[in-house]
């Protein structure tokens, strides 16, 4: 009784590699195996890297966001004065701070005063947004404590009338650590002959650097009593700026933040960036469904391949069935040379898509040094850097895309293979 081969025996691993390594005056196509094999490589790394710079600017975005803004801020009710004007500031703020701060989740809860108001130094002007805020408070503000950079101490921050301002702001007036920066409200102080601007300097005691521009060109801390006085809100506060253990789990906190608080509205951090993240992964999603198509034309070269290695030994493939090779043997004889290729230009395409990653900053430093600068503007982007970040959900889902992609275009010409007639391959031999 003759006994049948187990599938991808030693024999077929054997015929296969023979077929791979054969130059082509020999009947192989080694020329084509490297040009498949570097296509694929290529088209895996650019869809790996494509991703980890997705992912790091999404971590990025967010992170900026968390970490210098409210995960939930909390307003009071509106009420109309006989003038028609609208007001919600918290009378009793630090009551309603106090309960926020109490609910299960919540880190941290503050009383804030919140004004746009014009910046000068040496007739440089800039309009900027100055945030009241006690320095106790202002110490749990993730990067404004722990910035990308910082001059100053913090510590001095309530000292007297001492400000913290962005580092884009102190860029655009000129300003350091120990100069004095003039701010400008329009609404200053009511006289008989009507309301007069109030003009206030104040000695700069902190400069901070969070990584986005739109934060650090504009923002400027001032104490929170003093910021009651400049803005003529004595004895209330604007918001009260609310911190979450899980910034991620803000839709869930929001009920419990309002039952705390009372007759108030609140807005999420989700609301303010929620389109930001939606045309994100939008983008997210264009780009793969591009990178897998291009991943495609890559694995198609499998098949030029193994079609012009199919045609050239279609000899020693009658020799072979005549022997008695099966179908089968035959099919996974060229299965086996197709998919060998797109492994290990998956293989080496992975380490060069992570390489990218992680080497991402000196890479785009010499880029930037070859264009001569100017490539990267943050403030068009946002963000201070172009930021990476390799996430194994990613890595997989290209490792995936890719090994499917190889495995099943190269069926098709193995199966080819496969069905050859003996006698019609060995007719002119």
Not at 301 to 314: D, R
Not at 321 to 343: A, H, N
Request: charged share 20%; aromatic share 8%.
């Amino acid at each position: 009784m003759t006994r049948t081969p187990p599938p991808f025996a030693r024999f077929e691993l054997m015929i296969a590699w023979r077929y791979l390594r054969a130059r082509r005056a020999e009947g192989g196509v080694s020329t084509m195996t490297v040009i498949s094999f570097l296509g694929i490589m290529l088209a895996v790394a650019a869809l790996i890297a494509t991703l980890a710079v997705r992912s790091g600017f999404r971590h990025e975005f967010v992170g900026t966001i968390l970490g210098a803004n409210p995960h939930i801020s909390v307003y009071d009710r509106i009420e109309v004065d006989d003038a028609g004007r609208s007001d919600r500031s918290f009378e009793d703020y630090e009551a309603a701070a106090a309960a926020v701060a109490a609910v299960p989740g919540v880190a941290h809860a503050a009383a804030v005063i919140r004004g746009q108001v014009m910046a000068t130094n040496a007739g440089r002007n800039a309009g900027v947004e100055v945030i009241g805020i006690e320095a106790a408070d202002l110490a749990t503000v993730p990067l404004v404590a722990e910035p990308e950079a910082a001059m100053g101490d913090l510590a001095r921050f309530g000292e007297g009338e001492g400000v913290a301002i962005g580092m884009g702001v102190a860029r655009e007036l000129g300003l350091s650590v120990g100069d004095r920066v003039r701010l400008i409200s329009p609404d200053g102080a009511r006289t008989p002959f009507g309301t007069s601007p109030r003009v206030s300097a104040y000695e700069v005691v902190y400069i901070f650097q969070v990584g986005r521009w739109d934060i650090d060109r504009v923002r400027v801390y001032m104490p929170f009593a003093e910021a009651q006085s400049y803005f003529n809100r004595d004895g209330v506060a604007d918001e009260i700026e609310v911190f979450l253990d899980d910034p991620e789990a803000v839709d869930g906190m929001v009920l419990p933040v309002l039952m705390a608080a009372g007759d108030v509205s609140v807005w999420t951090w989700r609301d303010s960036s929620g389109a930001f993240l939606q045309a994100l992964q939008m983008e997210d999603n264009i780009m793969f469904i591009i990178l897998s198509i291009l991943v495609l034309i890559a694995t198609l070269n499998i098949v030029s391949g193994l079609i012009m290695l199919v045609k050239n030994k279609s000899r020693d493939i009658g020799i072979l069935r005549t022997m008695g090779l099966s179908e089968g043997s035959v099919l996974r004889v060229f299965f086996l040379c197709g998919s060998s290729i797109g492994v290990a230009g998956t293989i080496a395409g992975v380490a060069l898509g992570c390489a990218f990653a992680i080497w991402i900053d000196p890479i785009f430093e010499f880029v930037n040094f070859i264009a001569g600068g100017g490539v990267w503007d943050p403030s068009i982007r946002l963000i201070s850097r172009l930021p990476a970040r390799l996430e194994a959900g990613d890595v997989l889902s290209a490792v995936a895309l890719s090994l499917g992609l190889s495995f099943v275009v190269t069926i098709f010409p193995a199966r080819r293979a496969a069905r050859m007639n003996p006698v019609e391959a060995l007719r002119y031999e």
